[in-house]
């Protein structure tokens, strides 16, 4: 079973930028497809952030950060990124990190399998 640990998250003013990294543990790290979610105060549910392929050729975005938020991953190192820029109040959630062995559109929370902890961000108005 695959471990993921995600870091990067803080406290940071409207316009900011935050670069979040989720380490993973595992042999199957670079066989998975891998995305980010956040869950805001008050939901229940996470919503999509963004995703990519397990080659990082493909690349997935929520309309909400697309042009502000930028995924990556480095296989060597068995991490996946996500660069938050122009971060908005309404980017306040706590943002977690998943894998997959296969994406399935439209990309669902349900359909990740190994999730990490979590790592707040907040942005402040």
């Known amino acids: 079973q695959a471990q993921l640990v995600e870091s990067g998250g803080g406290l940071v003013q409207a316009g900011g930028s935050l670069r979040l990294s989720c380490a993973v543990s595992g042999r199957t790290f670079s066989t998975y497809a891998m995305g980010w979610f956040r869950q805001a105060p008050g939901k229940e549910e996470r919503d999509f952030v963004s995703?990519?392929?397990?080659?990082?050729?493909?690349?997935y975005y929520a309309d909400s950060v697309k042009g502000r938020f930028t995924i990556s991953r480095d296989n060597a190192k068995n991490t996946v990124y996500l660069q938050m820029n122009s971060l908005k109040p309404e980017d306040t959630a706590v943002y977690y990190c998943?894998?997959?062995?296969?994406?399935?559109?439209?990309?669902?929370?349900?359909?990740?399998?190994?999730w990490g902890q979590g790592t707040q961000v907040t942005v402040s108005s």
């Open positions: 995703a990519i392929s397990w080659s990082g050729t493909s690349t």
């Open positions: 998943a894998g997959t062995p296969f994406l399935r559109h439209p990309l669902r929370a349900i359909d990740f399998g190994s």
